[in-house]
């Protein structure tokens, strides 16, 4: 439990501090770039465990991921496409990538229930982070009505998603 | 032969029936993560037609078994009903998504 909230808040520690590092709200191209590539980094962990569990549920929950966050994103493209907004990589973007590829590393490392158990407690640690930042970053920073209108869609989903993780955790132990 | 009297009786009889057993097509939207009306009624042979207007996949999944509908984005997937009872029934994917249709005979 400890290391599990302790991973949460370090995640979203390195999110908002990253950003504010830079001394400003993150714009709505820097916004667009950090949801995009939150996205793409939970599509990437559940096509790792696509391929490495055996077990029912976390094979369900990897597909409800691959599924959720392309969906976002398709639409986050079309969106950045209608608004001829170019998405800018930022510090948070790149910090938030080094972290996801560490732990792609470290998972790959494991097998059976323990991968199981790790991707799971990952998975809530993970969408926690994301729910926070946009809670209390990302959707209150965005100027673009259409931008903050999709990343509010986005909290609602991964919220779910958040807790559909717990669930999965909590029947593994 | 009938008596003249009695054909608008029959008539009316007739065209009461066929209006009766005449099924009827109720539509359930899954909008924004929420399915609505949250609880609906239909009587068997009914129709119900959900309209997905969310960028995401959902189902419409009886928890008793008897029906598990799978809606593409932006789609309108219909189900013809054959069964009566009341059924509680969610989304596979978004489990916080329920409902309750209750089916009459």
């Known amino acids: ?173 | 032969m009938m008596p003249r009297s009695t054909l608008p009786i029959v008539a009316v009889l007739v065209f009461g029936m066929s209006f009766s057993v005449h099924a009827e097509t109720i539509q359930i939207s899954m909008e924004n993560l929420v399915i609505s009306p949250a609880e609906a009624t239909a009587k068997v042979g009914d129709t119900i037609e959900w309209i997905n207007k969310d960028i995401f996949a959902h189902t419409a999944t009886a928890r008793s078994g008897d029906w598990d509908v799978t809606m593409p984005p932006k789609k309108t997937i219909t189900l013809v009903l054959k069964k009566a009872g009341t059924i509680d029934y969610y989304c596979r994917f978004h489990p916080n998504m329920k409902a309750t249709l209750t089916v009459t005979p």
């Open chain 1, 1 to 173: 439990m400890f290391v599990r909230l302790s991973a949460a808040i370090a995640a979203f520690g390195l999110l908002s501090s990253a950003v504010l590092a830079q001394g400003a709200k993150p714009t709505d191209p820097q916004i667009a770039h950090i949801a995009y590539t939150a996205g793409v980094i939970d599509i990437a962990a559940a096509k790792q465990a696509l391929a490495k569990t055996s077990n029912k549920e976390i094979k369900a929950f990897a597909e409800d991921m691959v599924r959720d966050h392309e969906a976002v994103n398709k639409q986050a493209l079309d969106l950045v496409k209608k608004l001829k907004v170019t998405p800018e990589d930022n510090d948070t973007s790149r910090s938030l990538s080094k972290n996801a590829a560490d732990k792609l590393a470290e998972l790959a490392k494991l097998k059976g229930a323990e991968f199981d158990k790790a991707y799971a407690a990952n998975e809530v640690a993970y969408h926690k982070a994301v729910d926070g930042a946009l809670e209390t970053l990302l959707i209150p920073s965005a100027t673009n009505a259409e931008l903050k209108s999709l990343l509010q869609t986005g909290l609602k989903i991964f919220q779910g998603h958040e807790q559909h993780a717990e669930h999965v955790a909590a029947a593994l132990k």
